[in-house]
């Protein structure tokens, strides 16, 4: 894509990046639920894989509304996965509860980095006057913080704990 000219531009750019985000963060979450050892993080990566594959078709109606059907790779995202896969997946680690610990660590980065980029879409379509858009963002942030908190409650009560 070429560099933005007015902020329909920024926000388009913004979900065409979110779209790729989603798309990596996704196959990487499957991959994360795959290896966890406790039977309730597999679950909740299991359905915060299908949530993300759910934003992620809204992301797409949304740029389409603004006449647009590409995704820009994100290469922010990129980083984050490799990181995932480098020290979750790919590592060395023979206690499973400490591979959760990791696991859940490495999801809640990927969240925080979403967190950030719908909050910014949320912003440009705030200003933008697209009222229809901010609803849909507005649930989406809710949803990862959501996520966020109910990997944050697993990771306090049982894996944490596990690891010592």
């Given at each position: 894509m070429s560099a933005p000219a007015n902020l329909t531009d920024c926000y388009t750019e913004e979900l065409s990046d979110l779209w790729s985000a989603n798309d990596q963060m996704?196959?990487?979450v499957r991959d994360l639920a795959e290896k966890a050892g406790d039977q309730k993080l597999a679950d909740r990566l299991s359905?915060?894989?299908d949530g993300i594959q759910k934003h992620t078709e809204t992301i797409r109606k949304l740029l389409e509304e603004c006449g647009e059907d590409e995704k820009e790779h994100c290469k922010g995202m990129e980083g984050l996965v490799?990181?995932?896969?480098?020290?979750a997946l790919?590592?060395?680690i023979e206690d499973d509860d400490v591979r959760d610990v990791v696991i859940i660590a490495q999801y809640q980065r990927m969240c925080?980095?979403?967190i950030c980029g719908?909050?910014?879409?949320k912003a440009f379509a705030e200003a933008l006057g697209k009222s229809d858009?901010?609803?849909k963002l507005d649930k989406i942030t809710e949803s990862i913080y959501d996520a966020d908190e109910n990997m944050s409650d697993l990771a306090e009560r049982s894996a944490n704990l596990e690891a010592r």
């Open positions: 996704e196959k990487v359905r915060s894989a490799k990181e995932a896969r480098k020290h790919d590592a060395d925080h980095y979403g719908f909050g910014t879409a858009h901010v609803a």
